[in-house]
């Protein structure tokens, strides 16, 4: 498994921008197809973005479709999620997520960081 670690998170205003991080372990990370999911308070955990090993493909969901983008750099062992025109609505932990192959389903990733927590005002 590869370990994971977010960062990035913080305060934003409501149309503002934030760039999240994650930084994977371990010299198999091109292996890996890569996830963003995020869970509200009292919600469940939702999918966010995925992209495939090598970046070419990449799933949105509908909500965040043309505000986020999710990217990759296989030689840093990193995944991103730039957030632009951040809403209220996208308040929420922030978990990074691996697996081995491009999906939208929480179970089809094995591989979880702790998360990052994105607030944002109005």
């Known amino acids: 498994q590869v370990q994971l670690v977010e960062s990035g998170g913080g305060l934003a205003q409501a149309g503002g921008s934030l760039r999240l991080s994650c930084a994977a372990s371990?010299?198999?990370?091109?292996?890996?197809?890569m996830g963003w999911f995020r869970q509200a308070p009292g919600k469940e955990r939702e999918f966010v973005a995925a992209?495939?090993?090598?970046?070419?493909?990449?799933y949105y969901s509908d909500s965040v479709k043309g505000r986020f983008t999710i990217s990759r750099d296989n030689a840093k062992n990193a995944v991103y999620l730039q957030m632009n025109s951040l809403k209220s609505e996208d308040t929420a932990v922030y978990y990074c997520?691996?697996?081995?192959?491009?999906?939208?389903?929480?179970?089809?990733?094995?591989?979880w960081g702790q998360g990052t927590q994105v607030t944002v005002s109005s």
């Open positions: 992209i495939g090993r090598i970046g070419g493909n990449t």
């Open positions: 371990g010299r198999t990370f091109g292996l890996y197809a």
């Open positions: 997520a691996a697996g081995p192959r491009i999906a939208t389903g929480l179970g089809d990733f094995g591989s």
